[in-house]
């Protein structure tokens, strides 16, 4: 279950993306959970639209989280 990043706390509002034109800003919070979702959503994206994600233009940022878990994250995702 793909969890967001939450604001204000457990009152506040969750946060799962934004989107302007054709680019998507995914939020999340540092789980593997949310890692595998975000893979998922890559490969129903390329599924149902025919068209895939371009790793080269992409990126993920973390704040407060650690290269080497960042660097983890994206062999995971295979990108």
């Given at each position: 279950?793909?969890?967001?990043?939450?604001?204000?706390?457990?009152?506040?509002?969750?946060?799962s993306?934004?989107?302007?034109?054709?680019?998507?800003?995914?939020?999340?919070?540092?789980?593997?959970?949310?890692?595998?979702?975000?893979?998922?959503?890559?490969?129903?994206?390329?599924?149902?639209?025919?068209?895939?994600v371009?790793?080269?233009?992409s990126?993920?940022?973390?704040?407060?989280?650690s290269d080497?878990?960042l660097n983890?994250?994206t062999?995971?995702?295979?990108?």
């Open positions: 279950m793909y969890c967001g990043y939450r604001i204000g706390g457990n009152d506040g509002v969750s946060i993306h934004l989107q302007f034109a054709d680019d998507t800003l995914l939020l999340g919070e540092k789980s593997w959970a949310d890692v595998c979702c975000m893979g998922a959503v890559f490969k129903i994206f390329k599924q149902v639209s025919k068209l895939r371009n790793f080269h233009k990126m993920l940022t973390g704040v407060n989280v080497s878990w983890e994250a062999t995971v995702m295979h990108c």
